[in-house]
């Protein structure tokens, strides 16, 4: 092989839990990929092994409830996004294993290494997973936009994918204008944890941890601004754990 890429189109093999999806766009994929798959898997099936425990037997609670927002759904039928930060990653995700199944979101990754390494997981602990193609013609905000257009869901999205860690990305913005979609920031506090320096105060829960998981209020998707969306998630960076 000389370096270049070969065009794909759903080039992965389907997930073997039935859980993983990819969005069905043109793409290229690099030839190294192939090359990575075994060290993907050893990732995933590392931190299933670490996170499955912490599933099994953390304590959660949402504050506030979500009933008020399950109720404004029901009525609206109006889609929501979840979004978050990679610094609160591992303890959202441990957070939706608590979430009212009319609200439970499709958790949204890319088709690169890093984004690879934890998918899997995600699936395993019965949650689906869709991933968008960064090496397409079609930009990754209009694959996730025709994915919330196509099946009505919910989804969940880390909105500072690829850095500047802690900063939202002016795509949420879009989406959610497209979509008609109600907005909602989450962070989680947990304890006990570990906390990696990389990527921006990464939090690594452990076994019998208790997780709050902070939620604003919902956001128009319609008329709000990008600094709607990082002064909303700003505000619950400021929040002391309850």
């Not at 759904?73 to 199944?101: C, K, Q, T």
């Not at 909602?184 to 990527?199: D, G, T």
Request: hydrophobic residues 40%; aromatic residues 10%; contains cysteine.
């Amino acid at each position: 092989m000389n370096g270049s890429s070969e065009s794909t189109r759903n080039a992965d093999p389907p997930s073997r839990t039935g859980r993983i999806s990819f969005a069905d766009v043109p793409a290229k994929k690099p030839w190294q990929s192939y090359l990575l798959r075994p060290l993907i898997g050893a990732t995933n099936a590392a931190f299933t092994a670490w996170l499955y425990p912490c599933w099994r037997t953390a304590r959660i609670r949402w504050i506030p409830s979500l009933d008020a927002l399950a109720e404004r759904v029901r009525d609206s039928g109006r889609p929501i996004i979840f979004y978050s930060l990679h610094a609160y990653e591992p303890m959202v995700f441990l957070g939706f294993r608590e979430i009212p199944e009319p609200l439970k979101p499709i958790g949204i990754g890319h088709d690169g290494v890093l984004s690879r390494m934890l998918q899997h997981t995600g699936a395993r602990l019965g949650f689906h997973m869709w991933i968008y193609r960064r090496n397409s013609t079609v930009r990754p905000r209009d694959q996730i936009i025709e994915l919330i257009r196509s099946r009505g869901c919910h989804i969940g999205l880390f909105t500072d994918a690829g850095g500047p860690y802690g900063r939202v990305k002016r795509g949420l913005a879009t989406i959610a204008r497209a979509t008609d979609a109600f907005v909602v920031p989450v962070i989680a506090r947990c304890r006990p944890r570990v906390r990696l320096p990389r990527p921006w105060r990464y939090g690594v829960p452990l076994p019998y941890c208790s997780v709050v998981v902070l939620n604003g209020s919902p956001l128009d998707g319609r008329t709000a601004a990008l600094t709607d969306y990082q002064s909303a998630i700003d505000k619950l960076e400021q929040t002391p754990r309850p």
